[in-house]
């Protein structure tokens, strides 16, 4: 499943226009981005918590060329599963 179709699926279950359902997609994905961005933690009961997960830089390689290049440190989103998705995934 992808942006559209969750907004189609929201649209048709919901009785909402396009419109309407693109405005509140983008509204939560937003929210959770800028949550995320701002260094918070997001966690939706029985499905899940995204958070801010900080990596030291290292030194990699170029697998072109060989040659060693700095990775400077970063910041990611990082997702951990829910123990009620999980078991749902899993068939239990």
């Given amino acids: 499943m992808n942006k559209s179709d969750l907004i189609d699926s929201l649209a ?40 801010v997960r900080e990596y030291g830089g290292y030194k990699g390689r170029n697998p072109k060329t060989g040659n060693a290049v700095e990775v400077k440190p970063k910041r990611l989103p990082f997702f951990k599963v829910g123990k009620q998705l999980k078991e749902r995934v899993e068939g239990k």
Avoid: C, M, P, W
């Fill in 12 to 51: 048709k279950k919901e009785s909402l226009t396009d419109k309407q359902a693109t405005r509140i997609v983008d509204l939560v994905f937003g929210s959770f981005a800028n949550e995320l961005q701002h260094g918070g933690r997001i966690e939706i009961r029985g499905f899940g918590s995204f958070a």
